[in-house]
């Protein structure tokens, strides 16, 4: 069974970097061929797909949000990490990491999600 546990702080300042880690066991993050996502649901709004890093440690990333976003991963402790940089208050969001089963990103196709951490950004 993996589990995926999402980890950082709930609350960020504007114009600073958000930054989470998700924390994988029951499966190496380095398996071929699944995809590690980032997603976030703001206030009342739809799942949105930030962008994920591979098997392979390949990074994708939503167009919309490709120029603040970093995706990055430490294999030995089968952890990946998202940055988000000048955050505003509309960042603020329930994010959740995902395990990706085919890297199709835009139809969402995970069997394993993280129980998602909430994150503000406020002053």
């Known amino acids: 069974q993996v589990q995926l546990q999402e980890s950082g702080p709930g609350l960020v300042k504007p114009s600073q970097t958000l930054s989470l880690t998700c924390t994988v066991s029951?499966?190496?993050?380095?398996?071929?061929?699944?995809?590690w996502s980032w997603i976030r649901q703001p206030p009342g709004k739809g799942l949105e797909w930030m962008g994920a890093?591979?098997?392979?440690?390949?990074?994708y990333y939503s167009p919309s949000l490709k120029s603040r976003t970093s995706i990055s991963r430490d294999t030995s402790k089968n952890q990946f990490t998202l940055q988000l940089s000048s955050v505003t208050p509309e960042d603020t969001a329930v994010y959740y990491c995902a395990r990706d089963t085919s890297g199709d990103f835009l139809n969402m196709p995970y069997d394993y999600w993280g129980q998602g951490t909430q994150v503000t950004v406020s002053s």
């Open positions: 029951g499966g190496s993050i380095t398996t071929n061929y699944y995809y």
């Open positions: 890093i591979a098997y392979s440690g390949s990074t």
